[in-house]
């Protein structure tokens, strides 16, 4: 219906129009500060888990947590220098590493169909005969692992976030959605069957986010199991941070453009040597660096997706609120690609879950960061985004001054 760049933005501000500007201003801000940093952060730590995973035969322990940090930190900023200074070649090898993030999990779903032959040198795992033995009946569970499920999949979203740069949007976005979301759900499913066939429910457990290098160790050699194929893990890990941090930079580009950020002028600038927004993607990179460094030793990574997830499924459900008025208040739109409304009902039935059960309290002994700390930060964060609005719209009037109202009023004093 909108094809411009922005993602969940532009249906927001065109379904809610009053206040104005009120919730794409708090969208933009959370994202920006919240959702894609800790993304990206999540992404860096895991690189550097299985860059120490390569490096020393075996899954990091709690000592060598704050080296998978540091690679982590390298990782971020590596990815910023790349976009920053050689974008197309940043963007070529982000291809290249999806092909091998691709080839990876063809790799699992190969041999786990070996294993499931008995073609492997370790017996077959027992994990089917008791497949949902122990399984928690505790809500919070289910929306825990829901975040990281939903995670895994958080790529496909990103061209919404620059559709401007892409050719023939309308009708290549949803083809690219709908096929890259199709494949990847099939090779998830047949993976996490291959990891129960040739790991145990305690071996996965256990791994925590290693979970593909045990595997491997367990179905190759040494050498290749322990070594080799973990750094091309790491590398594909890689390549997710060199895809986020495109995006990132892009939003934030573009929500100065509009208006919603300070310091337009740079936040909203393109280098002309490099062909890049310079100031944009270094905000990205220093705010995935503070997520990186900031939360405690211990469930570093679950609280990085937590409270990164959490503001991203308030504005899902939001969206698709803003989707369905849309259909009543602007009926002249353009629909190249209709949603049934079953499946939008379903989404914010979603969203509702996302945003309630991660207060429920959970199963187990308590952790180091408390289970309600990632939601309660979010919303507070979205609360505080209300005076910020009303800084940065109503008063500083960021939108009237924004690149694109002064562009159109230097047109029409043309016409």
């Known amino acids: 219906m909108l094809p411009r760049s922005g993602g969940e933005k532009e249906y927001l501000d065109v379904a809610f129009p009053k206040p104005r500007a009120l919730l794409p201003f708090v969208f933009c801000l959370s994202i920006i500060a919240i959702s894609f940093p800790s993304g990206l952060a999540a992404d860096a730590v895991v690189t550097g888990v299985y860059f120490v995973y390569s490096a020393s035969g075996k899954p990091a322990s709690g000592h060598s947590e704050w080296t998978q940090r540091a690679i982590g930190l390298a990782v971020v900023v590596v990815c910023g220098l790349l976009h920053g200074l050689c974008s197309r070649t940043?963007?070529?090898?982000?291809?290249?590493?999806?092909?091998?993030?691709?080839?990876?999990?063809?790799?699992?779903?190969?041999?786990?169909?070996?294993?499931?032959?008995?073609?492997?040198?370790?017996?077959?795992?027992?994990?089917?005969?008791?497949?949902?033995?122990g399984t928690s009946r505790n809500a919070h569970s289910y929306v825990s692992a829901l975040f990281k499920v939903f995670f895994s999949y958080s790529g496909y979203t990103s061209l919404n976030y620059s559709i401007d740069e892409l050719?023939?949007?309308?009708?290549?976005?949803?083809?690219?959605?709908?096929?890259?979301?199709?494949?990847?759900?099939?090779?998830?499913?047949?993976?996490?069957?291959?990891?129960?066939?040739?790991?145990?429910?305690?071996?996965?457990?256990?791994?925590?986010?290693?979970?593909?290098?045990?595997?491997?160790?367990?179905?190759?050699?040494?050498?290749?199991?322990?070594?080799?194929?973990?750094?091309?893990i790491g590398l594909a890990a890689f390549g997710n941070v060199l895809c986020a941090t495109f995006s990132a930079s892009r939003v934030i580009f573009?929500?100065?453009?509009?208006?919603?950020?300070?310091?337009?002028?740079?936040?909203?600038?393109?280098?002309?040597?490099?062909?890049?927004?310079?100031?944009?993607?270094?905000?990205?990179?220093?705010?995935?660096?503070?997520?990186?460094?900031?939360?405690?030793?211990?469930?570093?990574?679950?609280?990085?997706?937590?409270?990164?997830?959490?503001?991203?499924?308030?504005?899902?459900?939001?969206?698709?609120?803003?989707l369905l008025i849309m259909r009543r208040t602007h009926r002249d739109l353009a629909r190249p690609f209709r949603t049934w409304v079953s499946a939008n009902v379903l989404t914010i039935a979603t969203a509702l879950f996302m945003c309630i059960?991660?207060?429920?309290?959970p199963e187990g002994a308590a952790t180091s960061i408390p289970y309600w700390a990632a939601p309660l930060a979010a919303i507070l964060f979205i609360a505080a985004s209300i005076p910020m609005w009303y800084i940065q719209i109503v008063i500083r009037l960021g939108l009237d001054r924004s690149h694109y109202a002064l562009k159109t009023q230097s047109l029409e004093g043309i016409k």
Not at 200 to 229: C, K, L
Not at 276 to 301: D, N
Not at 357 to 361: D, E, G, L, R, T
């Open 90 to 133: 940043a963007i070529r090898l982000q291809n290249l590493l999806t092909v091998v993030k691709v080839l990876l999990l063809v790799l699992i779903v190969c041999v786990g169909t070996v294993g499931l032959a008995n073609g492997l040198h370790s017996p077959r795992s027992n994990s089917f005969d008791s497949a949902f033995h």
């Open 254 to 322: 573009e929500a100065a453009r509009e208006g919603y950020l300070p310091f337009a002028q740079y936040l909203g600038s393109v280098n002309h040597r490099f062909q890049a927004p310079i100031y944009a993607l270094a905000v990205s990179t220093v705010l995935s660096a503070a997520f990186i460094v900031g939360p405690p030793p211990g469930e570093a990574y679950d609280f990085l997706i937590d409270i990164g997830g959490y503001p991203s499924w308030v504005f899902y459900g939001l969206s698709v609120v803003g």
């Open 167 to 232: 050719r023939n949007p309308v009708r290549n976005l949803p083809r690219a959605a709908m096929g890259g979301l199709v494949a990847t759900t099939v090779l998830y499913i047949l993976s996490n069957v291959a990891f129960f066939v040739v790991l145990s429910p305690e071996a996965i457990r256990g791994a925590n986010t290693a979970v593909a290098g045990v595997f491997f160790t367990t179905a190759f050699s040494a050498t290749w199991g322990q070594r080799i194929i973990p750094a091309f």
């Open 357 to 361: 059960v991660p207060f429920v309290k």
